[in-house]
């Protein structure tokens, strides 16, 4: 089904603004990875593709009205969030990938943007699922363990975290955040920072209850302390597979919300998906 389209190619997938989508609308409140799969066949589709080369792809849903949405508005007069996930330690997909936020939503800067940095899951999936109950973050009630058996996980974390601050030095991200991090490794991670995170988030469906060492440490250093309901792999082998994409890997992907600030009325909302040939 999908062969016309990627041509054994690297491909890059933008949804478009799927709130667009009437599809769509009618199944609020999924599952993160059910809500991307659902998005992911929307776009296919209704693909417009264009090549990137050398030996890549753009797929892109027709009809799509993002970019009016997004200037429907004075700039100042929007708020535009995003995350990114990542699951190998990649600093140019990490660049490709924020990018590809800019050039996307046409915006020269993002009010914010959370790092969801999960290296132990692998580049391609091979773990399955990683669900709510993820038994990689949990040790015991109110304890968080980030990136269990991961070799240099906090070195790779802060290379990656690098590439944010210039972003936010520069003057293109307002507020730098990053996801599921224990105490230790978020306190590693400010210590070592220049632009310090402001935002942590952390998965309540895993953890059960917000744990003491974090809130504390948090609140000392005012970090804004948010909760999540994504998994660590937010598209594993098995639904790669569904989507009839086994020989590809998810490079990394990248949700966008957009906000009217005085009514705080989400405007669009999309996924951008980098897909890699796996062989």
């Known amino acids: 089904m999908l062969s016309h389209l990627l041509k054994d190619t690297s491909v890059i997938v933008s949804t478009g603004n799927v709130l667009n989508v009437s599809e769509l609308r009618k199944k609020a409140g999924q599952k993160p990875t059910d809500e991307l799969t659902d998005c992911l066949r929307s776009t296919f589709g209704e693909a417009e593709v264009t090549d990137l080369p050398p030996t890549r792809r753009l797929i892109t849903r027709r009809n799509n009205d993002l970019l009016e949405k997004v200037q429907e508005h004075p700039r100042a007069d929007i708020k535009i969030g995003a995350k990114i996930f990542l699951n ?35 580049a391609g999936g091979s773990n399955g699922t990683s669900g709510p109950e993820d038994e990689l973050v949990v040790k015991q009630e109110g304890v968080i363990e980030w990136a269990v058996g991961s070799d240099n996980a906090v070195g790779n974390l802060k290379k990656l975290w690098t590439i944010l601050e210039r972003y936010a030095g520069d003057g293109k991200i307002g507020q730098l955040g990053i996801a599921d991090l224990d105490a230790d490794s978020l306190r590693e991670l400010y210590d ?88």
């Open 192 to 279: 070592a920072s220049t632009v310090h995170p402001s935002i942590a988030q952390i998965n309540l469906a895993a953890c059960c209850v917000v744990p003491p060492q974090l809130q504390a440490y948090c609140n000392q250093n005012e970090i804004q302390l948010l909760t999540h309901s994504d998994p660590q792999e937010l598209l594993p082998r098995e639904v790669l597979d569904e989507l009839e994409l086994g020989s590809y890997g998810a490079g990394w992907t990248s949700r966008y919300q957009v906000h009217i600030k005085c009514r705080g009325v989400l405007a669009a909302k999309g996924f951008i998906v980098s897909l890699d040939r796996s062989n």
């Open 88 to 122: 190998r330690f990649s600093e140019p997909a990490l660049t490709e990938a924020v990018e590809k936020l800019f050039e996307t939503l046409s915006v020269s800067y993002l009010d914010n943007l959370i790092l969801a940095y999960h290296p132990t899951t692998g």
